[in-house]
């Protein structure tokens, strides 16, 4: 591989040989002994043979190529496996610019921006003041769908889009038998919500798509806006949550004066939540 080259012995904790060495980054005996396999099955793993191998093995030779997600989850599909979701770092979320840029541009609109297992990593003003989204909750938007009582207060929609919201994160977690990760959030909400248990033992699958949600916030009133998840193709661990406001009630205007100094500071003092 000519990812071991970009990797020197110094840095994978390994001494570097001195004049020894003839060529860069490491040698494949070297990356076995790291990776805890045998340097010949490491060796036919590089020339791609019909071997067996396992995710536990894959990820420790990812982890002393020292791989990026992307190239990760390519070292499965080459393997012959299926490749695990690919994780955001909230830290370096929080640090992308340009997707900070696409959700503030959606003002005065909701619109947030989940991981594969449903945390939200970032959010605009108006997904705050409208969905509730804040530091305080769990920032997991299935767990916080079935136990953020704010939340729950405003959906008049809530039964009508329970289904949907488990039967879309089920769809989800097929694409991933296995994943702890996707097993943790199950097992928190289960444990959370009793509604959420007997919604997941329906087994019900529904592709990600459109939501009609219907609101009634404290302060603006009656908001009906449709939610689109659009994936990102340059981050495919990403999905950007976009609440789009459909003609009834004058749901545009109203968000539009959620957003101006009189609606913010409304906001911040609502008479009831």
């Excluded at 012959?80 to 610019?97: E, F, I, K, Q, Y």
């Excluded at 340009?98 to 939200?120: E, F, K, Q, S």
Aim: charged share 25%; hydrophobic share 40%; proline share 8%.
């Amino acid at each position: 591989m000519n990812r071991r080259a970009r990797v020197t012995p110094a840095r994978a904790g390994l001494p570097d040989g001195g004049a020894r060495r003839r060529t860069p980054g490491l040698r494949r005996e070297e990356v076995a002994v790291l990776a805890g396999v045998g340097a010949s099955w490491y060796q036919w793993l590089e020339q791609g043979r019909d071997i067996s191998v396992s995710p536990q093995v894959l990820d420790a030779v990812a982890r002393v190529l020292r791989l990026s997600g992307t190239e990760r989850r390519h070292l499965y599909v080459l393997a012959g496996l299926n490749p695990p979701p690919a994780s955001a770092d909230p830290a370096a979320v929080g640090r992308d610019d340009g997707l900070r840029r696409i959700i503030d541009t959606w003002m005065p609109y909701p619109a947030h921006i989940v991981d594969p297992y449903y945390n939200c990593v970032m959010y605009n003003d108006a997904a705050a003041t409208v969905l509730n989204m804040r530091p305080g909750n769990t920032q997991n938007c299935v767990l916080d769908f079935f136990t953020d009582p704010v939340y729950r207060s405003r959906s008049v929609s809530w039964e009508r889009n329970a289904a949907t919201v488990v039967a879309q994160f089920r769809a989800a977690c097929s694409e991933y038998p296995g994943d702890e990760g996707f097993q943790e959030v199950v097992a928190a909400t289960k444990a959370a919500s009793a509604e959420f248990a007997e919604l997941w033992e329906r087994r019900d699958i529904e592709a990600a798509g459109q939501i009609r949600k219907e609101l009634t916030h404290p302060v603006a009133g009656v908001l009906h806006v449709e939610s689109t998840a659009l994936k990102v193709p340059a981050r495919p661990d990403l999905t950007i949550i976009l609440h789009t406001p459909l003609p009834e009630a004058d749901t545009a205007a109203k968000l539009e004066w959620l957003a101006t100094p009189e609606g913010r500071r409304g906001a911040m003092y609502p008479v009831a939540g």
